[in-house]
Nanobody
Framework: QVQLVESGGGLVQAGGSLRLSCAAS????????MGWFRQAPGKDREVVGS????????YYADSVKGRFTISRDNAKNTVYLQMNNLRLEDTAVYYC????????????WGQGTQVTVSS
């Protein structure tokens, strides 16, 4: 089963940018659809977006559309989440996840990385 490790979180001022990375190992990266999720304190985990196996198609939640971009480098077994124009409400633990099917559930998860947006 693929193993995922996120990095790149931190503290940033509102309006700033961060890029998260998620490195995959112990699996064939190109067979996985990848997703990003987040969970803020006291709230349920929510989807941020996803990217197909080839990287040709992406999906974004309305709350991040136009500000966040998901990409992947299959040669590096890594998926990225570029976050621009960050808002206070983007503060959360961000998780990457892998799904072995085009539309199925995400079965493999990373440990998460904290993103804190300050005013």
């Amino acid at each position: 089963q693929v193993q995922l490790v996120e990095s790149g979180g931190g503290l940033v001022q509102a309006g700033g940018s961060l890029r998260l990375s998620c490195a995959a190992s112990k699996g064939t990266f190109t067979t996985y659809r990848m997703g990003w999720f987040r969970q803020a304190p006291g709230k349920d985990r929510e989807v941020v977006g996803s990217i197909t196996r080839s990287g040709t198609m992406t999906y974004y939640a309305d709350s991040v559309k136009g500000r966040f971009t998901i990409s992947r480098d299959n040669a590096k077994n890594t998926v990225y989440l570029q976050m621009n124009n960050l808002r206070l409400e983007d503060t959360a633990v961000y998780y990457c996840a892998a799904s072995a099917s085009d539309a199925g559930a995400f079965g493999s998860w990373g440990q998460g990385t904290q993103v804190t947006v300050s005013s």
